[in-house]
């Protein structure tokens, strides 16, 4: 069970220049969830997904576009990225059942825009 | 949420139980007290979570006091694997998108 994978783990961009960061779980939830990491600061919500087809923005959405057209899949795009998009991007998903509300993080993918 | 207040930083021996606490004065009687830590360059962690009874799994055990306004996480046996920052989160069990909000934490440091 690998649970929340994200790709890649590492990218250098330049600024101007594109990429798309990939979250992958296989728990079956219905939430999805980007998160942003600056150094020596706490998570914060970029977009969120409640399921299949369906995105929303979250704390900081601007300079970002997200996709979920499968249940499983999270795709979060920079379209032209700027020094200020460096951070350590989080994915999350949602176990929510009963009393349960657990949200499950992959590893991360650290980001360098010079 | 109910606001949480945790100590910056604490130490604990390696092989001693690391008790981290947290103060939640103002909890509601359908929020739940879950823990969370990040280790160093690590996503977070889920740990566990309770409403009002003490709670133990293979991780950690929670005990939350009788009036529910504050909570103890305890690492029976700490390893350096520990050492990470821990957060304590109160909240509603709910179905609703409601980011994950996490603190400042508490660092434990584990020495060998």
């Known amino acids: 069970n690998a649970g929340v994978t994200q790709t890649p783990k590492f990218r250098v961009l330049k600024t101007g220049q594109s990429m798309t960061l990939l979250c992958a779980q296989d728990m079956n939830h219905e939430y999805m969830y980007w998160y942003r990491q600056d150094p020596g600061m706490g998570l914060r919500l970029i977009h969120y997904s409640v399921g299949e087809g369906t995105t929303a923005k979250g704390e900081v959405p601007d300079g970002y576009n997200v996709s979920r057209l499968k249940k499983q899949n999270f795709l979060l795009g920079l379209e032209s990225a700027a020094p200020s998009q460096t951070s350590v991007y989080f994915c999350?998903?949602?176990?929510?059942?009963?009393?349960?509300?657990?949200?499950?993080f992959g590893a991360g993918t650290r980001l360098s825009v010079l | 949420d109910a606001k949480t207040t945790q100590p910056t930083s604490m130490d604990c021996a390696e092989g001693r139980a690391a008790n981290l606490p947290c103060n939640h004065s103002t909890i509601s009687g359908n929020e739940y007290v879950y823990w969370y830590r990040q280790i160093h360059s690590q996503g977070p962690q889920y740990i566990i979570h309770?409403?009002?009874n003490n709670e133990t799994n293979e991780m950690a055990s929670l005990i939350i006091t009788e009036d529910r306004k504050s909570s103890t996480l305890i690492l029976p046996h700490a390893t350096l694997r520990d050492t990470a920052v821990y957060y304590c989160i109160v909240r509603v069990a709910s179905g609703s998108a409601r980011q994950l909000t996490f603190g400042s934490g508490t660092q434990l440091t584990v020495l060998p």
């Open positions: 999350a998903s949602r176990l929510t059942s009963g009393s349960i509300d657990i949200q499950y």
């Open positions: 309770g409403l009002k």
